[in-house]
């Protein structure tokens, strides 16, 4: 008996192994991607910082830039538990990399290639709303459809906004109130990125988690004022 059904076992294998592989791959592979969901962070606001400076690191040893932008973002929106991812990605544009090369300042062109691809992806996978954005890659991602109009989001086109799409961040009352946040170039540009992204460059995507939440958010730091 034990001899037949070993026999019924190896024949079965023998014709239905590849099926059975293919059937225990996809098991695996759902099941990982089920824990993943399981254990993957939740945030309520997710800010994209590109530019020359490493917000992560603080040059003096204290407070870095990141904490401290976290904390006015905090406090901005009212919300004291306010759970904020803030992607740094440092990215030399082309006239500060020159710069640096002609006053001998380290620099890595590799480093900085890498950088501009970190910075592409994390355009492209949607997550980031809140874009705080070197003037270079500010022209570049608006110029590829990646942007929201501020007048079709807020209703209005703010004062301090030149062409409709971003603010530098010197021009808002955000930047001069909150300690620590001028440490990041007062040319860099505030902008909020599409729901939907038809960039050619970029492809198309979705607007992320949240988006109308953090568009709230957005809306806050644009329209801070000091009493």
Same mark, same amino acid.
């Given at each position: 008996?034990?001899?037949? @059904?070993?026999?019924?076992?190896?024949?079965?294998? =023998?014709?239905?192994? @590849?099926?059975?592989?293919?059937?225990?791959?996809?098991?695996?592979?759902?099941?990982?991607?089920?824990?993943?969901?399981?254990?993957?962070?939740?945030?309520?606001?997710?800010? $994209?910082?590109?530019?020359?400076?490493? /917000?992560?690191?603080?040059?003096?040893?204290?407070?870095?830039?990141?904490?401290?932008?976290?904390?006015?973002?905090?406090?901005?929106?009212?919300?004291?538990?306010?759970?904020?991812?803030?992607?740094?990605?440092?990215?030399?544009?082309?006239? $500060?990399?020159?710069?640096? /090369?002609?006053?001998?300042?380290?620099?890595?062109?590799?480093?900085?290639?890498?950088? =501009?691809?970190? &910075?592409?992806?994390?355009?492209?996978?949607?997550?980031?709303?809140?874009?705080?954005?070197?003037? #270079?890659? =500010?022209?570049?991602?608006?110029?590829?459809?990646?942007?929201?109009? $501020?007048?079709?989001?807020?209703?209005?086109?703010?004062?301090?906004?030149?062409?409709? &799409?971003?603010?530098? $961040?010197?021009?808002?009352?955000?930047?001069?109130? &909150?300690?620590?946040?001028?440490? /990041?170039?007062?040319? #860099?540009?505030?902008?909020?990125?599409?729901?939907?992204?038809?960039?050619?460059?970029?492809?198309?995507?979705?607007?992320?988690?949240?988006?109308?939440?953090?568009?709230?958010?957005?809306?806050?730091?644009?329209? &801070?004022?000091?009493?």
């Amino acid at each position: 008996m034990k001899t037949e @059904i070993k026999k019924k076992a190896e024949n079965f294998w =023998y014709h239905h192994k @590849i099926g059975v592989l293919i059937t225990l791959a996809f098991v695996i592979i759902f099941a990982v991607c089920a824990v993943q969901m399981m254990n993957r962070t939740s945030y309520d606001l997710y800010v $994209l910082y590109a530019g020359p400076e490493n /917000i992560n690191v603080s040059s003096d040893g204290g407070v870095t830039v990141h904490a401290k932008l976290e904390s006015a973002l905090r406090q901005v929106s009212g919300e004291a538990e306010l759970n904020c991812s803030i992607e740094c990605v440092t990215y030399i544009p082309d006239d $500060l990399a020159k710069e640096y /090369i002609d006053n001998g300042i380290n620099y890595s062109a590799g480093d900085n290639l890498n950088a =501009y691809n970190s &910075f592409k992806n994390s355009v492209v996978n949607g997550k980031y709303a809140v874009l705080m954005l070197t003037p #270079t890659l =500010y022209e570049e991602t608006k110029l590829n459809g990646a942007l929201a109009s $501020l007048e079709e989001v807020l209703g209005y086109k703010p004062e301090n906004s030149e062409d409709g &799409f971003g603010i530098a $961040l010197g021009d808002t009352s955000f930047y001069r109130f &909150f300690d620590g946040i001028s440490d /990041i170039p007062a040319d #860099t540009v505030l902008c909020l990125r599409n729901l939907e992204n038809p960039s050619s460059l970029f492809g198309m995507n979705t607007g992320g988690e949240n988006w109308e939440a953090q568009v709230e958010i957005f809306r806050k730091i644009v329209e &801070f004022e000091v009493d």
